[in-house]
């Protein structure tokens, strides 16, 4: 299998986690960081706006684990792949919002 389609399953993996906190947020209608905001990423965003970045890195997701070649869940190597780039991006938003709402005193 060619080299890209390797980065296709762990980007689309990514994306998918990305769309998770995004869309529930915005289902909430709570406000929510989304690159769209002011200051990107910092600021918060409309739940509009927010469903809108879900379902787009949704169509991502789907772009690139099955249109570039459709993931085959049964292969532990596709999986395997997904759920990297699902664990290193959902790492990333807990960081990010890590920094947005700092822990409560002890």
């Keep these: 299998m060619p080299w890209y389609v390797y980065l296709a399953y ?11 906190p995004h869309l529930l947020t915005g289902i ?3 406000p929510f960081p989304s690159p769209f905001a002011s200051p990107p990423f910092k600021g918060l965003s409309s739940p509009a706006v927010n469903i809108a970045w879900a379902l787009g890195n949704i169509a991502i997701a ?5 249109r570039v070649r459709a993931i ?3 292969q532990w190597s596709h999986v395997t792949l997904a759920l990297a780039g699902f664990a290193v991006m ?7 919002l890590r920094r947005l709402r700092p822990a ?3």
């Design 104 to 106: 409560a005193p002890r």
């Design 62 to 66: 789907y772009l690139l684990m099955v």
């Design 10 to 20: 762990f980007l689309g993996g990514a994306f998918l986690a990305n769309a998770i």
């Design 90 to 96: 959902t790492f990333q938003v807990a960081r990010s």
């Design 72 to 74: 085959d869940l049964r």
């Design 28 to 30: 909430a209608r709570r």
